[in-house]
């Protein structure tokens, strides 16, 4: 899956790295439903769908790093310089939603 021309250049970047490291995966993107209020607040994640070695979702996050827009007034400091990834168990007779399984609220972007 490509970037559209209305998705940021971090979405694109994050979502390159993740095809990257996973050949032929599908990524669900989620944005972030509310205004972002803070200096670092999360703009969104990612999502991936793997049944091995146990069936779970890999969720990383966008929003922390400064991809999209420069808001440190440091040009060598990006945000907090990372992005989270985690594994979360996923059920195989539960509903298929990412959302259902993590508790995130929202639609996906693509």
Request: proline share 9%; aromatic share 8%.
């Amino acid at each position: 899956m490509g970037a559209t021309p209305e998705e940021s250049d971090g979405q694109a970047v994050i979502e390159r790295a993740i095809l990257d490291a996973y050949p032929g995966c599908d990524v669900v993107a989620f944005e972030s439903a509310e205004d972002r209020p803070t200096k670092f607040p999360l703009a969104g994640c990612f999502a991936v769908r793997f049944e091995e070695p146990a069936p779970h979702w890999l969720l990383v996050s966008r929003g922390f790093t400064e991809l999209d827009d420069k808001v440190e007034g440091d040009p060598d400091v990006s945000g907090w310089g990372f992005e989270l990834t985690c594994r979360v168990r996923r059920v195989p007779t539960s509903p298929t939603s990412v959302g259902c399984s993590t508790g995130c609220k929202g639609s996906p972007t693509t």
